[in-house]
């Protein structure tokens, strides 16, 4: 593919060198340049098709990084990335060693804030902007927010703050609502686009301030100003609410027209105070596939553009295959269940169920906290809620999860998918957490299924308690264990041995059981399939302890407070003084890579087992066992 005019941009400055039409060509080569790059890695797709002409406005009038621009959620940066000097390593996106997948500060000048997690860009652009006001810096603060993670309440915390009259004076912030989801009508037209500019100007700008003032001395004048200005703006867009957090509201404009966005971005660059421009663009816009289809295209892997997406073949089901087979199961089966998922329900395997149980699905948006409040109040009128959600984004719901849900003892089930490593991604994906910030809270039981029948198993096992239970399971695929669809309740917080040996004793915590099974072999070493993290069961750990020289707990979660935690903890309370090898993820942030690679880095394939327990224990562990256990 030949790109003659994205050859020429190094950097945001070379743009502001183009004329309007080459402008438009550069996003045409923009545009298809994503496409193939994509093609070629895999990645986010849809939003970044979406976002192209908007990204060459805002660093068409905008001085970056001089002036700060906040992507939210981050995965539509890609053409950010590449007119920020990036195109050329493009081709290592996502893979190990190569460019995040989303903005970065450790990765460019220009990626000012890292937000991989969504709603979080109108409190750092607020804080930026404050922060220049601070220092007597001149500079502007832009927080592009995807219409998705304006549904988080972080969102409206940060309006509602910027608002408020701040002890350096007001922000110069400029909040840029990128609304992907064609939920505007009737559609944006030339009416709009004349409104949006000429909202945006310093004439209307002027003349409202002079007539505030002027009115002033009159409220029922003013009022009836107000008003007609809110009645006349609310007439084609929402701008209402906006204006009562105290922001200037512009739009909506079509945020794939050049002539619309770029007049009226440097008519609001000229503004002062908060501003807020509603711009509408199209998920996978100039791929008539990704426009047909963006869901489907929005994390595609590498796929040939002129052919589009193949149907997979079949294959090992997923964990979250798995999941929402059981999901749909149990709601078959029991009445009271409700599905929830905090705006994720592909990603957590909850279509089926929403086709088929559509009064009992909760699609609650970008929305942790309140998903798990929710859940809560439903769980205390009697229903059984069901939280499908990721490791990761429990994270946010912390204290939800402590106060409305575990000091209430309510029966809610959390689904935890991507416990673990998650590949592409990268840190602020990864399932390192949740087993170390879990088991410390009171009530909650935790547990981590082996394979893709154990999670089924222990899903129905967690659902049948009266207590806050969570499963959590991987990304992908496990070993390829036939799924009993009878469902089976496991007993409760006991363990299995899976491997009689000698001297050492394995414990295993979810799908690295296979890993350490398969290095057991070599080492002739006992193997036990823990499945609770929480109850711990300490009789088998006691056990195994009194009965062999040395104990290694293997878990795909942080060490620190993990499972290995609780194994060395339960060996203290027993007065049994067994040497512990904690096998798990470093005091480290993982970075994105091929999962297997990323297992192997960190220790936790097979291998990587064997090799820990030799470097620990060498050939004679029973060496190392302390006499008052013998």
């Known amino acids: 593919m030949n790109y003659p005019l994205l050859e020429t941009i190094q950097s945001p400055a070379d743009l502001k060198r183009l004329s309007r039409a080459e402008l438009k060509r550069l996003a045409d080569e923009l545009r298809s340049f994503v496409l193939h790059s994509v093609s070629q890695t895999g990645g986010h797709l849809s939003s970044n098709l979406g976002t192209v002409e908007l990204t060459i406005a805002l660093h068409y009038v905008f001085d970056a990084p001089h002036d700060r621009i906040v992507w939210d959620v981050g995965h539509q940066t890609y053409p950010h990335k590449i007119l920020t000097g990036r195109r050329e390593r493009m081709h290592t996106l996502r893979q190990f060693g190569g460019i995040s997948g989303f903005p970065r500060r450790d990765e460019s000048e220009y990626d000012t804030f890292g937000t991989a997690h969504s709603s979080t860009s109108i409190s750092a652009a607020l804080g930026m902007a404050l922060a220049a006001r601070q220092k007597g810096e001149e500079r502007h603060a832009v927080a592009v927010i995807g219409d998705g993670a304006m549904s988080a309440g972080m969102a409206f915390e940060a309006l509602n703050n910027a608002g408020f009259p701040h002890p350096v004076g007001t922000p110069d912030l400029l909040v840029v609502l990128n609304d992907n989801d064609m939920s505007i009508s009737p559609p944006v037209g030339a009416l709009n686009k004349y409104l949006a500019r000429l909202m945006s100007g310093r004439f209307y700008a002027a003349a409202r301030e002079g007539a505030k003032q002027v009115l002033k001395n009159a409220p029922p004048l003013l009022e009836l100003a107000r008003r007609f200005e809110e009645h006349a703006k609310g007439m084609i867009a929402p701008a209402t609410i ?46 008539k596939l990704a426009e047909a289809d963006p869901i489907t295209y929005h994390g595609p892997g590498k796929f040939d553009p002129a052919v589009g997406l193949k149907k997979s073949a079949g294959g090992k089901p997923s964990f979250t295959q798995v999941f929402g087979q059981w999901l749909c199961d149990m709601a078959e089966r029991d009445e009271r269940l409700v599905g929830i998922t905090p705006a994720m329900r592909e990603g957590s395997g909850m279509v089926e169920f929403e086709r088929r149980f559509p009064k009992r699905y909760y699609d609650v948006g970008i929305a942790e906290q309140h998903a798990v ?60 957490f949740d087993i170390a910030f879990l088991r410390c809270i009171p009530n909650m039981s935790l547990m981590a299924p082996a394979d893709e029948n154990e999670c089924r198993q222990l899903l129905y096992t967690a659902y049948c308690q009266d207590h806050p239970t969570a499963v959590r399971y991987p990304r992908g695929s496990g070993v390829g264990v036939e799924v009993v669809q009878e469902m089976t309740a496991l007993p409760f917080g006991r363990g299995e041995v899976r491997r009689r040996g000698e001297r050492i004793a394995i414990l295993a915590f979810g799908p690295v059981l296979y890993a350490a099974l398969e290095a057991a072999e070599r080492l002739n070493a006992t193997v036990a399939n823990m499945r609770f993290v929480k109850p711990l069961d300490t009789q088998l750990v006691e056990e195994l302890a009194r009965t062999h020289d040395a104990v290694v707990t293997v878990e795909e979660g942080c060490i620190m407070g993990g499972a290995g935690s609780a194994v060395a903890e339960a060996l203290h309370a027993a007065g049994l003084a067994t040497p512990v090898l904690m096998l798990g993820f470093k005091d480290a942030f993982i970075e994105h890579g091929d999962p297997a690679k990323l297992m192997a880095l960190e220790g936790l394939d097979a291998a990587g087992i064997e090799r820990s ?16 256990n013998q």
Request: include cysteine; charged fraction near 20%.
């Open 242 to 287: 906006f204006e009562e957090f105290g922001f200037n509201y512009v739009g909506p404009i079509d945020g794939h027209d050049l002539d619309a966005l770029i007049p009226t971005l440097e008519n609001l660059r000229k503004l002062k105070g908060p501003q807020f421009l509603h711009v509408v663009t199209k998920k996978g816009y100039g791929y």
């Open 373 to 432: 409040t929710f859940a809560a109040g439903l769980a205390c009128e009697g229903l059984k809620p069901v939280v499908a959600i990721y490791s990761t984004f429990l994270q946010r719901a912390y204290d939800q999860l402590i106060h409305d849900v575990a000091l209430q003892n309510l029966p809610v089930v959390f689904a935890l998918d991507r416990a673990g490593i998650v590949g592409a991604d990268g840190a602020t994906h990864m399932g390192a």
């Open 613 to 628: 327990i030799l470097q620990r224990f060498g050939s004679k562990p029973q060496a190392l066992r302390p006499a008052a």
